[in-house]
């Protein structure tokens, strides 16, 4: 046989479209040709596929004038994962093991100059676009654990080149060539140990306001803004926040580590947990949020179901802040690009941090501000109004004497406060599906079912603030939180009137 057909998967977003690589062996002048829209790192595969096959004491078919062809040729590709497949193309296309024997499984992986087999990035993202079909793959060593994460996913691991070949060889076939005997196995499901929590909320002390705002954010998913001073503790709140949210689900961690696998950013050590981005304030929009070609997932989407910690807020680039405004309402980010468009999950929990004015110190009680309060307000005016409307709670956060600190009680440790987040987070579940933070329209009159004085109250305030629609039912969300946390099932005026609270820290440092 001359022609062969292996099936592996591309890269698309989240998405692993099927690719099948046809293998045609011609006579006529010794060649190798690669086509169909490869990337540069594809075409390179003809070097390591060819070294590969030697070094492993394979027959190379160098007399063969050699086609590979990666379909659809519309559909780029990208990464050393095609290696593995175009190498059995060429060993199935010149008789060397059975081409019938490849129907139904799947193969990527890259090629070392000795025939060892390395990890690929996504392979979760690709083991998912299996799990609905009756489908084998066969990944490297590091892939192939990820990948067995999905329930019901069929993957093999395969250490050498060798170790796949000993599998399709003919019936009737010369012995077998020499591999390692533990290098084919089927993965069996194996979640990863559970991983110590990360930095307990006990360590930081005071700060009950700032506090009570984390329990909050986190049991209700709003996004928290914290103003106050260099020192005052922004940072040491907003690093403990992730370790205040509900338990991950499943299909939550599959998503959250599908996307750091296609990063290649996944350790063992992630699984079930919610990650913190935490990107340096000189990152490009594209970094934010994704981009490039082929498109590649952002630190917003590195972040889905888990944190993402701005700090020095005002000090991102404009382009960037903005470019945040439409994954905060709909948790997903689309990248078109003339060529193609990828969607992203992005739903994550936004915690900044600012200082309230240039020098730092707007507000304190420990040290004067310098700045004038036009300096203040142009500071302060670099985030954009429909931006702030997007974030729930804003709350100042006070730089505190060391008198008060030394010698001052621990606080209290996140596992308590994670119980009490987890209780309202299940009674808004159950309530209505979603948390409190996705409630729109009508769903959300319903659900608030506010009285007529604690309806008067929000009225009143929203004129007297100067709030915009998007603003006044924010702050109506983040009260029924209030109510979950207090276990009541209606909210009330005492609910609406620390809601009202939380968005008025801007407003305070200004006027300071």
């Known amino acids: 046989m001359s022609l062969a057909l292996v099936q592996s998967r591309a890269l698309l977003g989240l998405q692993a479209p099927a690719v099948t690589v046809e293998v045609h062996l011609a006579n006529g002048l010794p060649s190798f040709a690669l086509v169909g829209l490869a990337d540069v790192e594809v075409k390179e595969a003809r070097e390591r596929v060819r070294s590969a096959l030697q070094n492993a004491g394979l027959d190379f078919p160098s007399n063969k004038k050699i086609t590979v062809n990666l379909a659809p040729a519309d559909l780029p590709k990208d990464s050393g994962r095609f290696d593995l497949p175009i190498a059995l193309g060429l060993l199935a296309a ?166 750091a696998s296609l990063a290649g950013r996944f350790t063992p050590q992630q699984w079930m947990r919610r990650q913190t981005a935490s990107p340096h304030h000189s990152c490009s929009a594209v970094a934010l949020v994704g981009g490039g070609s082929p498109p590649r997932p952002g630190e917003i989407s590195l972040a889905h179901e888990g944190v993402l910690f701005l700090d020095e807020f005002p000090e991102f ?93 621990a606080g209290e440790p996140s596992a308590a406060v994670r119980a009490r987040v987890a209780l309202a987070h299940e009674r808004a579940q159950k309530r209505q599906g979603v948390p409190n933070q996705a409630l729109q329209g009508r769903q959300l009159d319903e659900v608030a079912a506010l009285d007529e004085a604690a309806a008067r109250f929000l009225q009143t305030a929203a004129t007297r603030l100067a709030w915009s629609a998007r603003g006044t039912h924010r702050a109506l969300k983040v009260a029924r939180t209030i109510a979950d946390l207090a276990g009541s099932e209606h909210v009330t005026l005492a609910h609406v009137a620390e809601a009202i609270q939380y968005r008025r820290a801007l407003h305070r440092s200004a006027d300071h």
């Not at 060539?177 to 006990?202: C, I």
């Not at 700060?207 to 005052?232: C, D």
């Not at 302060?380 to 702030?388: I, R």
């Not at 804003?394 to 009680?409: I, R």
């Open 94 to 259: 010149s008789g060397q093991i059975d081409a019938a024997r490849l129907g139904g499984w799947e193969f990527a992986g890259e090629l070392s100059l000795s025939g060892q087999l390395r990890p690929v990035r996504g392979s979760l993202a690709t083991s998912l676009a299996l799990r609905a079909q009756d489908l084998r793959m066969v990944l490297p060593p590091g892939s192939a654990e990820e990948a067995a994460l999905v329930p019901g996913a069929q993957i093999w691991r395969a250490r050498h080149l060798l170790d796949v070949v000993r599998q399709f060889l003919p019936a009737g076939s010369a012995p077998e060539p020499e591999g390692d005997d533990d290098g084919w196995q089927r993965m069996a499901p194996a979640l990863p140990a559970a991983q110590p929590d990360g930095p307990d909320l006990a360590d930081v002390k005071g700060q009950a306001a700032a506090r009570r705002a984390l329990e909050i954010a986190a049991a209700g998913g709003h996004g928290l803004l914290l103003v106050g001073p260099p020192g005052s503790g922004k940072s040491m709140l907003a690093q403990r926040f992730a370790g205040l949210l509900p338990p991950m689900q499943v299909q939550q961690a599959l998503e959250s580590a599908a996307i």
């Open 317 to 409: 680039a404009r382009s960037a802040l903005e470019a945040l405004r439409e994954p905060l309402e709909s948790g997903r980010i689309t990248i078109a690009r003339a060529a193609q468009r990828a969607e992203f999950p992005a739903r994550f929990q936004l915690v900044a941090a600012m200082n309230p004015c240039p020098c730092g110190f707007a507000g304190s009680r420990q040290r004067a501000c310098r700045c004038t309060p036009d300096q203040v307000a142009r500071y302060q005016g670099k985030l954009s109004g429909p931006l702030l409307d997007r974030i729930d709670l804003h709350v100042e956060v006070p730089q505190l004497p060391a008198d008060e600190l030394l010698g001052a009680p």
